[in-house]
């Protein structure tokens, strides 16, 4: 298993840009696919995206789909979620995820490790 701590969440309105972030330590991160979920409040977890092992490949739900961007940066060993036009329906805790699957999986039991989350909140 990897480490993983996000950072970035906060308050924004609605149409506005955040950056998520996730920093992992204890493995060698490039093994790893990577993914976000999210989970508002009283319902459960939702996948976001997934980057594979390189980056080359991203996916995205179809929530989603041409307003975030998730990349890596192997070298760092970071993770990032570019969030654009966010809408109050993106309010939530937004969780990483790692999988040592080196397929592109978006299914949360196929990820081992989880970071704390951190909370994103869009105002309307």
């Known amino acids: 298993q990897v480490q993983l701590v996000e950072s970035g969440g906060g308050l924004v309105q609605a149409g506005g840009s955040l950056t998520l972030s996730c920093a992992a330590s204890g493995r060698t991160f490039s093994d790893y696919t990577m993914a976000w979920f999210r989970q508002a409040l009283g319902e459960s977890r939702e996948w976001v995206s997934t980057v594979n092992w390189s980056g080359g490949h991203t996916y995205y739900s179809e929530s989603v789909r041409g307003r975030f961007t998730i990349s890596r940066d192997n070298a760092k060993n970071m993770v990032y979620l570019q969030m654009n036009r966010l809408k109050p329906e993106d309010t939530a805790v937004y969780y990483c995820?790692?999988?040592?699957?080196?397929?592109?999986?978006?299914?949360?039991?196929?990820?081992?490790?989880w970071g704390q989350g951190t909370q994103v909140t869009v105002s309307s």
């Open positions: 995820a790692a999988s040592p699957l080196r397929i592109a999986t978006i299914k949360a039991a196929d990820f081992d490790s």
